[in-house]
């Protein structure tokens, strides 16, 4: 008979679609994996392993399907889970699971179990609607963001809906009125968006574990003039933004310091020699999380895409063939890029 902690250290090192399996062994084990002691210090340790990179690639005869692959190397794309429909909004992965609405209903998927739940409607339909989701990684908790409203000049309801809990939504309070105009990004348990107020652009912050709204971030002068052509991405831990001044040229403004609002800028020229000379339509779309290589989408003259990992420092690129899909539009326009995907435990 071995230990509860040897017991706990073995199931450690186990991956999350073994766990599944293991949920049936015995209540005892089905117990310890989950606790939220056990939760806890597997997401923690899941955090220092190798990260992978996850993109979404619309389907380009329905624009309302998306197929998700997941790259742990560079020179190696697997299709890593499925092909799922998302007839409205854009969808997003945080901390390993994914959000997505189809049919006017927000869905929760988690590709390392191959299981999702629907979330409960929170109101009847209103057409203006906007959604985030982020991870509290002190309590292991995941929270869904709601905006939604009847009329364009009306304010924005705010509801938050967490991921395990008493299974309904929360009404929270804003104080500054804003309405939600850019992609998420969550880092730290801190989701960043821009959004349209009073006095511009701002950016705005949700705190995920105290589900309130920071002050508003302005965005730099020089960065606002590119509006429609910038894009907030994970850098090195940082939010960033991500300015694309033409084909080959881009600043990245990373947010030093959100209280004092503090901005440095980085500007990036991706050399042509680094691809192949079939390649065209190049665009900057992230990065890949710790090791800061670039993130390029592109196509060739038949329109197959392809991603391209660039080291700046090294010279070197690695490019990836994804899988004969064709795109004759921009590969950007159909490519999301989720530079810090780990296996979550969360068991739908």
Same mark, same amino acid.
């Given at each position: $008979? ?6 706990v ?22 117990? #310890? #994996?989950r ?10 340790r899941s955090s ?5 990179? =996850?993109?979404a ?7 309302? /399907? ?7 190397q560079p020179s ?8 799922v429909?998302?007839?409205s909004l854009?969808?997003d ?9 189809? $049919? ?12 999702g739940v629907l ?9 203006? /609607?906007?959604?985030? $989701?982020?991870y ?28 395990g ?6 009404m929270?309070e ?14 730290d ?8 107020t009073?006095h511009?652009?701002?950016?705005? /912050? ?6 309130k ?5 302005? #965005? ?8 429609g ?15 694309t001044?033409?084909?080959? $040229?881009? +600043? ?46 592109? /196509? +060739? ?12 420092? =090294? ?26 995907y ?7």
């Amino acid at each position: $008979m071995i230990s509860e902690d040897l017991l706990v250290e073995i199931l450690l090192r186990l991956p999350v679609k073994t766990l599944a399996i293991c949920l049936c062994v015995s209540k005892l084990w089905a117990t #310890i #994996i989950r606790s939220r002691y056990f939760i806890n210090l597997y997401q923690s340790r899941s955090s220092t392993h190798q990260q992978h990179v =996850m993109f979404a690639l619309r389907d380009i005869f329905t624009f309302s /399907r998306w197929h998700f692959f997941l790259s742990s190397q560079p020179s190696l794309v697997t299709n890593a889970i499925c092909c799922v429909d998302n007839t409205s909004l854009t969808p997003d992965c945080v901390n390993g699971l994914i959000c997505l609405e189809d $049919m006017h209903r927000l869905w929760i998927y988690n590709p390392a179990t191959r299981k999702g739940v629907l979330l409960p409607q929170s109101a009847p339909y209103k057409p203006f /609607r906007k959604w985030y $989701m982020g991870y509290d990684p002190i309590n292991c908790q995941y929270k869904v963001l709601f905006f939604s409203k009847e009329k364009l000049l009306c304010p924005y309801k705010v509801e938050v809906f967490t991921l395990g809990g008493q299974g309904s939504w929360k009404m929270i309070e804003v104080e500054n009125n804003h309405s939600p105009a850019t992609r998420g990004v969550c880092i730290d348990g801190v989701v960043y968006y821009g959004s349209h107020t009073a006095h511009g652009l701002r950016l705005e /912050r949700f705190y995920v574990a105290t589900e309130k709204f920071g002050n508003f971030i302005e #965005i730099p002068i020089e960065a606002s003039k590119f509006y429609g052509f910038f894009t907030f991405v994970n850098y090195q831990g940082k939010l960033a933004l991500l300015v694309t001044k033409n084909i080959s $040229m881009y +600043d990245l403004w990373v947010l030093e310091d959100a209280g004092k609002q503090e901005w440095s800028k980085v500007s990036i020229v991706l050399p042509r020699e680094l691809f192949s000379y079939d390649l065209v339509c190049l665009e900057l779309v992230g990065f890949v999380a710790g090791s800061g290589e670039l993130i390029v989408t592109a /196509r +060739d003259q038949s329109f197959h895409l392809y991603l391209v990992y660039v080291d700046l420092k =090294m010279k070197r690129s690695n490019t990836v063939w994804l899988g004969g899909i064709r795109c004759s539009y921009r590969p950007s326009l159909l490519v999301l890029t989720f530079t810090d995907y780990v296996e979550s435990i969360m068991f739908l």
